[in-house]
């Protein structure tokens, strides 16, 4: 185990040469998120996420969180640390400052969920749904629920949780059965609800649930299901806490990884019916529910960013410290950082680390400009490109979080496999983010389907074309730039040649999605490692001696030899004539 620092000189420098910050925060509503302001804020928040929650990871995953008398009980080593955190408003800084928000910008808010994510994830998912439930309400509240609810939930007072699954209904949705029946100017809910994450603690004063149900003369399928409010207390009319709601947890799960989270299982109306509040249009659960889940996927793309980052940094400590073999140029017994296939091990977790936050950024920074840009046409640009680049995000991330948590743990040698040095753990935590708000086929088949068949590509070529600019854009580049964008044309054309063929056979789209997300995966990320390699080169050229300019470039340059390459091969799957999907049947996975 090893102390977590923030990176924030990383965090800065693509504040300001990917997202452009100084003129981001000139967008209507973000008059009070200056860059001197940022510049005074994130200094302070990575001072309290290395110094009180960065500490709480190892002890509060050997803690678990369990079920004791129809009450979870939390890792105590987490006491008073959430309060702390909202006390010091880190729970929400985008939060709307018509309910009390900091009113910063999204993609400030994600510089300080990944230093939380990074400290401890299986506590970050607290507020992580709960900013989930906000983005929901706002879009789909009606006006009392919000002057009830925001104010309560911006603040980290109170939590939310999103409940889908059921026993009989996971990823297929249109199974859900819990009820909802109408009583005056509420609804009664009934039903099981499982995988809820922190669906119940005591850590905030209130947990606000959004409830996926039907009604009794709902239509089947996906079309008949509605979404409900539906909090632990209810809420009196001065705003004060009221009765406990019928609902309860009846089981915590016992997980691989992400110990300190309680995943509950939850009943709701054991004892007549919990009362909940429709969210939305009536039968229209889905697109509301959506909504939150799109806006959680993004969030869970940086969870993999923010324990790849932990990772990386254990790894390069324990590197440093462990002493062995002997090394050409080192006197004596030397540091297995010094070892080629460790330098080799450790830059592939770096790379594949920051390539994935430049992308999850410029993500972010494209929401935030769909909702404040003062142009209308680039606001509508920058809302296809977010929903373009979430499954990606997504996808991506968690995919290499999986590969940079496991690198962590071979850097450590046979110490990696034994859990008191604490690597294992960012492991087993990683392994849940390419499995839940979505698996990853999931969002691989959503990227493919949705954000390239349905339009005709259109979007991806528009990407694509943004690529291809940052190319000519370094036509007069230093060589060591110029060989980098030698390598983004190589890429743009296999993502060309992948994008003409998934066009021409979109029957055969769902054998090839996986390998269709990860060569574009690769291939955005690198085109944003490109650019913030030359914005370092040009600091270089001004007289800049920080070496963290010159590691920029060497990130960048080690994508592309080591990691870039890849993109043959997913190439190659994706233009196959093999179609699998449709040649193995069930009984050839059968042992004979």
Not at 111 to 124: D, I, P, R, T, Y
Request: aromatic share 8%.
């Amino acid at each position: 185990m090893t102390v977590y620092k923030v990176p924030q000189k990383e965090i800065s420098f693509i504040l300001q040469e990917l997202v452009g910050y100084d003129e981001h925060c000139k967008m209507p509503g973000y008059e009070d998120a200056s860059s001197d302001m940022v510049e005074a804020i994130l200094p302070e928040a990575a001072k309290f996420f290395e110094e009180v929650v960065a500490p709480s990871n190892w002890e509060a995953d050997t803690q678990p969180a369990h079920l004791n008398e129809g009450a979870v009980v939390t890792a105590p080593m987490l006491d008073g640390i959430y309060k702390q955190m909202v006390d010091a408003g880190w729970c929400c800084l985008s939060g709307d400052v018509k309910y009390d928000g900091a009113g910063f910008p999204g993609v400030i808010d994600v510089a300080v969920q990944e230093m939380l994510q990074s400290a401890n994830l299986g506590f970050s998912l607290l507020p992580m749904l709960t900013r989930g439930v906000i983005h929901a309400l706002n879009l789909y509240g009606t006006d009392e629920q919000k002057d009830s609810y925001l104010s309560q939930l911006i603040s980290g007072n109170w939590s939310g949780t999103m409940n889908l699954t059921e026993p009989q209904a996971g990823t297929d949705l249109s199974a859900v059965k819990t009820k909802a029946v109408p009583q005056g100017d509420h609804y009664l809910v009934s039903g099981q609800k499982i995988y809820i994450t922190w669906g119940d603690h005591d850590l905030a004063e209130n947990v606000i649930h959004l409830v996926l149900a039907r009604l009794p003369d709902a239509p089947a399928g996906n079309h008949g299901i509605s979404l409900f409010l539906v909090p632990k207390y209810l809420i009196n009319t001065d705003g004060s806490l009221g009765e406990r709601n019928d609902v309860k947890p009846v089981g915590v799960e016992h997980k691989l990884g992400i110990h300190s989270s309680p995943t509950c299982t939850m009943a709701f109306g054991d004892n007549g019916g919990a009362v909940g509040y429709l969210v939305g249009p009536l039968n229209q659960g889905l697109m509301c529910m959506f909504s939150m889940m799109n806006n959680a996927r993004l969030s869970v793309g940086h969870q993999g960013i923010g324990v790849g980052e932990r990772a990386y940094q254990q790894a390069v400590a324990y590197a440093l410290d462990r002493v062995q073999g002997k090394v050409q140029g080192v006197e004596g017994n030397a540091p297995i950082i010094h070892h080629p296939d460790v330098k080799r091990m450790l830059m592939q977790m770096r790379a594949l680390t920051e390539a994935g936050r430049a992308m999850s950024f410029f993500t972010i920074a494209a929401e935030d400009r769909s909702h404040r840009h003062p142009d209308a046409d680039q606001r509508a640009a920058d809302a296809l490109l977010v929903e373009l680049m979430t499954p990606l995000v997504k996808g991506w991330c968690t995919e290499v979080s999986m590969e940079s948590t496991s690198l962590g743990v071979q850097v450590h040698g046979g110490m990696g496999f034994i859990e008191e040095t604490g690597a294992a753990q960012h492991m087993r935590d990683a392994r849940i983010l390419p499995i839940y708000e979505g698996t990853n086929g999931i969002q691989a088949l959503d990227f493919v389907g949705r954000k390239c068949l349905r339009d005709g590509g259109e979007t991806i070529a528009r990407l694509l074309a943004d690529m291809q600019q940052t190319i000519s854009e370094l036509s007069s580049a230093t060589s060591a730039i110029k060989s980098l964008a030698t390598a983004l044309a190589t890429t743009i054309e296999q993502c060309q040649q992948a994008l003409d063929y998934v066009l021409a056979n979109s029957a055969k789209s769902p054998s090839l999605a996986y390998s269709f997300l990860m060569l574009y995966g690769n291939s955005v990320s690198f085109w944003l490692l490109v650019k913030l390699a030359a914005a370092a080169q040009i600091r270089i050229d001004e007289g800049a001696s920080d070496p963290f300019y010159g590691q920029k470039i060497k990130t960048a340059s080690f994508f592309s030899s080591q990691i870039l390459t890849r993109n043959l091969a997913y190439l190659a799957s994706v233009i196959t004539d093999s179609n699998y999907a449709e040649e193995l049947v069930a009984a050839d996975f059968q042992t004979l």
